[in-house]
């Protein structure tokens, strides 16, 4: 089913408050589409919009996206609101930057219910309504860090390298149904992304790692000159919506392709380089 153009399109878009969430809802509103906007805090978002936002067309929602009956209910406020569901955008999410060794238990668990346990609960509210309708798309948002990884970001890798493969298999699962499924994969925005009030630092460091403390006040000094344009990648974001067809994967920007294309390379030496080695493992052939 192709995106509506015979009536505003209903959108159920999640962590809105700032970055591209916030500039995916102000341009969805511009479009004059409807949007119900989940966020920690809806009065941040209403802040964050200003004045002249027209109030018919969007859907505000507090929620804390680890809660499925929240979820639920959010989802359900919206098609009651609007009579339907046309796309869903699983943006939530936050930085972490730490060694592995430096990493707790709570932490790990606070980042993979956001970034794992949250999307499958927006899917499991989002799906049966799209199926149905027999159309829809879904757009998850991960990273560059989703497709490849580096030191200090083992966490953060962990929750986005999940998001992939959910996708992926998603992606096969509903496309009888009409259903287009996109991965997005930033690389830096000039967003807040990498602000000390939204990326994540370890509760307790160790001396042996000093090249990651390095890197983390590396990025906290990169804030405020990303190559990424918040305005740009959200227009991008909604573009590829639009045309309802397109790769399965959204790159955006070009670090982000300059690191995929490092990582398919070195993947394709990889997979050469075992390629003798590989069958070893087989029972003998019959």
Not at 45 to 69: F, K, N, Y
Not at 195 to 214: F, G, Q, V
Request: charged residues 20%.
């Amino acid at each position: 089913m192709s995106f509506p153009t015979d009536r505003p399109a209903v959108w159920f878009v999640t962590g809105t408050s700032r970055g591209l969430g916030l500039e995916l809802v102000k341009q969805l509103l511009a479009r004059g589409d409807r949007v119900a906007a989940t966020t920690r805090s809806s009065e941040r978002l209403l802040a964050a919009l200003g004045d002249g936002i027209d109030p018919s067309r969007l859907l505000p929602l507090t929620v804390d996206l680890r809660d499925e009956a929240a979820v639920r209910r959010a989802v359900g406020e919206t098609t009651e609101r609007w009579g339907g569901l046309d796309v869903v955008v699983n943006n939530a999410g936050y930085g972490f930057l730490a060694a592995v060794e430096e990493t707790g238990d709570r932490e790990v668990r606070d980042m993979l219910d956001v970034q794992v346990v949250g999307v499958w609960n927006v899917l499991r509210a989002a799906l049966p309504i799209l199926r149905e309708r027999r159309g829809g798309h879904i757009v998850n948002v991960s990273s560059i860090l989703g497709l490849t990884a580096v030191p200090g970001w083992a966490l953060y890798c962990a929750g986005k390298f999940a998001l992939e493969g959910l996708s992926e298999a998603l992606a096969a699962e509903v496309a009888d149904f009409g259903v287009t499924v996109t991965i997005v994969e930033p690389g830096y925005f000039r967003t807040e992304f990498l602000t000390e009030d939204s990326l994540a630092l370890p509760a307790e460091t160790t001396a042996h790692y000093p090249a990651i403390r390095e890197m983390t006040l590396d990025h906290l000094e990169l804030q405020g000159s990303q190559l990424g344009d918040p305005v740009k990648g959200a227009g991008a974001i909604i573009g590829r919506v639009l045309a309802g067809e397109g790769p399965l994967r959204q790159l955006l920007g070009s670090d982000a392709h300059s690191y995929a294309t490092a990582k398919v390379e070195a993947l394709r030496a990889n997979v050469e380089a075992t390629a003798l080695s590989a069958p070893a493992t087989d029972f003998p052939a019959a």
